[in-house]
């Protein structure tokens, strides 16, 4: 998987970030020039005069990267295939400073999906921060919400943070141990 590490670019048209971990929304302005830190689940982490940004995937554009397409549904599609989506869906969050997705690290405490008489779905998502005073957690929170959103069938989608119960690197998948060292 390549993840642009320090690829350079210039910003190509004004476009909307959030500032790492602040969580404070800012506008880039064309011409100003940094580096992809991240790129991953299609948003994007970017080094700016000694700060970092969150782009997301939708306005790849904007740094000259292309827009990650929306995910589809296999025709005549099971709920199974249904929560497997959502599930690979909600494994293309990544915090914008650790380079795992929130499922690997154990963010994601509950998924449920419940099937309406129209054929659609309603989903409803508990998950949490590593932290709890986390500035990006509102963000990780409405990329959980808009990927989800976009998947064919999903009529609403509801993610609420919980804090209970904490987070502990415990709750890491194997791999994702692996890949920061905390055995």
């Not at 005069?49 to 827009?67: K, P, T």
């Not at 293309?92 to 309406?116: H, Q, S």
């Not at 005073?133 to 959980?144: K, N, R």
Request: charged content about 20%.
């Amino acid at each position: 998987m390549r993840t642009h590490q320090n690829q350079p670019f210039v910003v190509r048209e004004p476009v909307k970030v959030v500032m790492v971990p602040a969580g404070i929304e800012v506008t880039l302005k064309p011409g100003q020039a940094g580096y992809i830190t991240q790129a991953l689940g299609g948003s994007f982490t970017l080094y700016i005069d000694g700060n970092l940004f969150r782009l997301a995937g939708e306005h790849a554009e904007a740094i000259g990267q292309e827009v990650v397409k929306a995910p589809e549904l296999p025709p005549n599609a099971t709920l199974d295939d249904l929560k497997k989506l959502i599930w690979e869906q909600m494994a293309t969050c990544y915090d914008p400073e650790i380079p795992i997705n929130i499922v690997d690290l154990g963010l994601v405490y509950v998924c449920d999906v419940t099937a309406n008489d129209d054929g659609t779905h309603d989903v409803d998502v508990k998950m949490t921060l590593t932290a709890p005073g986390c500035g990006m957690g509102e963000i990780l929170v409405q990329d959980v919400k808009e990927k989800v959103e976009v998947i064919p069938t999903v009529r609403t989608v509801t993610v609420e943070l919980v804090f209970d119960p904490p987070w502990t690197q415990s709750m890491m998948s194997e791999a994702a141990r692996l890949q920061t060292g905390m055995f």
